[in-house]
């Protein structure tokens, strides 16, 4: 009896063997299946990866644009075709910044790389998924600037064909005046009194067709036409000389205050000449006679100066200071809209901008802010 039930108790151990045996059979089978099926999954993968890489490898070289990934030490570790175009193929290896030096003349306020020969690059970076490391683009931008100076000009010169009717008719007026002036000074019966008025008149009546005709050319020409240093300190003592006698005819007077001596802008003299000039007579015309004026030197940083022309006339509301620098905007009977736009011109083609702050009752301030080329030692 005994012995039936230990046969009984094999059997059923023998059937849970076998079940369980069976059970492991399927699942190895199952297991398999599976790493079979991810073995072909993984497969694919890299064949869709190797794919991806392939078309991004080809990208790279047919890109236009350079691309440059740089380590953490900053130096060039990779670059594409065109990159190597620009850089040259030594500077693989090499510091980012030392490369720079070596390529690039200078940059811009926008932050854009100009070589040699007047070629612009706009540079932009992102950060790659290694830590501390960077991926640079570098792409030709001349045709760009090129196409925007040209909009502006064209844009400049529409508006003057716009406005030519209007001018023509406000250089008609002066020119009348100055030739009726000179014809009466013919007159056999004028005192030396009178004579000596009609030549001032005249004088006046010329003075402000010259100061029509330039701001005319000063701002069809766009504000710039040589690359040269220019001292400050030249440039506004040429400009004291220059305004002396209509500061003396309208009984005002101008005050230039000290400043550091030997700093140095580069871009036309003439130019910036015109545009401190326009300061100057703009602040005259706005308070009439007996105008106080000064004029001041402000160094803002290593590589910034602002040129400030300051009045204490009536100054100008909040509605008319969004208006001011437009072309052909007005308030004077007299004025002819360009003085300040041929001031805003002038400052962007040397890089720069026109800023202005006043307070009615009190006066106005404008400033010419521009790029400083260096700061030299006066002996």
């Known amino acids: 009896m005994e012995e039936q039930k230990r046969l009984q108790e094999l059997e059923a151990a023998f059937e849970l063997f076998n079940q369980t045996s069976m059970q492991l059979t399927t699942s190895y089978e199952a297991l398999q299946n599976q790493a079979a099926h991810l073995q072909n999954q993984l497969a694919k993968s890299d064949q869709e990866k190797k794919q991806v890489a392939d078309r991004l490898s080809r990208l790279l070289e047919l890109l236009p644009a350079g691309v440059i990934v740089l380590n953490h030490h900053n130096q060039i570790v990779e670059m594409n075709p065109s990159a190597q175009t620009i850089l040259g193929r030594d500077a693989i290896d090499r510091d980012w910044d030392i490369v720079i030096k070596n390529v690039f003349l200078s940059t811009n306020d926008a932050g ?86 009609f030549v001032g008149k005249a004088l006046n009546s010329l003075n402000h067709l010259e100061s029509l005709v330039k701001d005319m ?94 009045d204490k006339g009536p100054g ?41 702050k006043s307070i009615v009752g009190y006066g106005t301030q404008f400033g010419l802010r521009l790029p400083l080329t260096s700061i030299k030692e006066v002996s």
Do not use: C
């Open 112 to 197: 854009e790389l100009i070589t040699h020969n007047k070629i612009v690059y706009q540079l932009s970076e992102t950060s790659s998924d290694k830590e501390s490391s960077r991926i640079l683009l570098i792409q030709d931008v001349t045709s760009a600037r090129q196409l925007q100076e040209h909009v502006s000009r064209h844009q400049r010169l529409h508006s003057m064909g716009e406005m030519a009717a209007s001018l023509a008719h406000q250089i008609r007026t002066p020119l009348s005046s100055a030739l009726l002036y000179v014809s009466q000074m013919n007159s056999e019966h004028l005192d030396d009194d009178k004579r000596e008025k």
């Open 316 to 356: 100008i509301s909040a509605e008319r200071l969004e208006k001011i620098f437009e072309p052909f905007y007005t308030s004077r009977a007299k004025g002819t809209g360009l003085g300040l736009a041929v001031v805003r011109a002038i400052a962007e083609a040397h890089n720069g901008e026109v800023w202005v």
């Open 217 to 310: 050319l000063q701002y069809a020409k766009g504000g710039k036409g040589s690359e040269k240093e220019i001292l400050i300190e030249e440039l506004l003592a040429n400009l004291e000389q220059s305004v002396e006698a209509q500061v003396n005819q309208s009984q005002s007077r101008i005050r230039f205050n000290a400043f550091i001596p030997g700093l140095v802008v580069t871009g036309d003299k003439d130019a910036l000449m015109t545009a401190l000039q326009n300061l100057v007579g703009n602040a005259i015309d706005v308070v009439g006679q007996k105008a106080e004026i000064a004029v001041t030197v402000n160094k803002l940083s290593a590589d910034k100066v602002d040129l400030v022309v300051s």
